[in-house]
């Protein structure tokens, strides 16, 4: 099946030709930072040491752990209209793990840090067992997805040997988001992080964000590619983003009433800078009221039945919410964290150029295997269908 990402229009090779020169470039901005220190190319400082790559990491987990609202239903369910979109899930979940793992790998410093992680595996450490989980999940979506896709080109249904590594993936899937949001919240001096429903509220965020990046692609697909999943799979997919985000906005509800109505500052401080602002500091408030409209108005667009079966607002819904937990969690959920910092006092970070592109690069990097497993899986599906018109 391979050979069939290797044949593709014009438009295919230019966008496969896009996405590499973004990851060229984004080497020779790494190159430069790991040559010159973060601390020369990176707004990060002193006070602020995880910054927009570590957003990252915490964002696409939940974007790759999103997958098994898609894969629980289809394989325990047999929900049988997520058939054609559940592989599509699946190596969504390969691309977005890809993308966290490198967002860490760019910022480690040296390479060989990351042997030694591997080398001298070390129980008690939350990096350690990251790594466990998210290159587990890799590996058990790339072997369910393709194995289920090789099974659809040859006509056949998928080994009974599968099985227990599909169960073992769904199992496996909030796993990885609960280890993230575990190196948050138990960190004592990061009061925006220590709350104890920090696990369900990346759990939510990502059943949120994930499904809708996975409308907007299937819709993508049906337009470009002429590749339908579904309209009920689609209408069902919305209907999961609408519970998981409003159950998202209720975990940010119970956090924001508990900071104020105990009246503890610590806590209030770091909604304070974000929200409205602190001792004279402004520079995130507009970017999270942008979140929060985002992500009203993607709800409404979705919650509303005539206008969630109407594809243009459905899509305008999906990236609605998609973008506001990106900004939220991808972005704002390290400077709250580090913000105000130990002292009680702001020391301003904002993400600088080189940053912003060797992060282009990581999704770039993480967007040409989404393409090219989708290339393979389109070509499977659209030779499939011409083998039942020729039967016909």
Known sequence: MVEKALRGGVWYWLWLLLLVSFIGLAFYFWLQEHHHGAGMLTGLHRDLTWGFHIGQLAFFVGVA??????VLPYYF?????????????????????????????VVMGQPTRVLYVILNPTPNSLIFWDLTVLSTYLFLNLLCGWMVLHSEYKGTKYPSWLKPFIYWAILWGPSIHIVTAFLLQGLPGRHYWLTAIM???FLASAFSAGPALLIVIALLLKKIANFNVGDKAIQTISKIVIYAFIINLLFLFFEVFTAFYSGIHSHMAPFLYLFFGYEGHREWVPVMWASMILGIVGLVLLLIPSLRRSETTLTLGAISIFLSVWIEKGVALMVGGFTPNVFETVTPYKPTIPEIMIATGVWSLGL???TVLYKITLSVYESKNLAVKTRG
């Open 77 to 105: 369910h047999n929900y049988k209209e997520f058939g054609k979109i559940t592989v599509l899930a699946e190596f969504l979940a390969v691309g977005a793990v890809i993308i966290a793992m490198l967002s860490v790998f």
């Open 65 to 70: 752990a999103s997958a098994v609202m898609i």
């Open 199 to 201: 696990a369900p509220r």
């Open 368 to 370: 040409l295997i989404i």
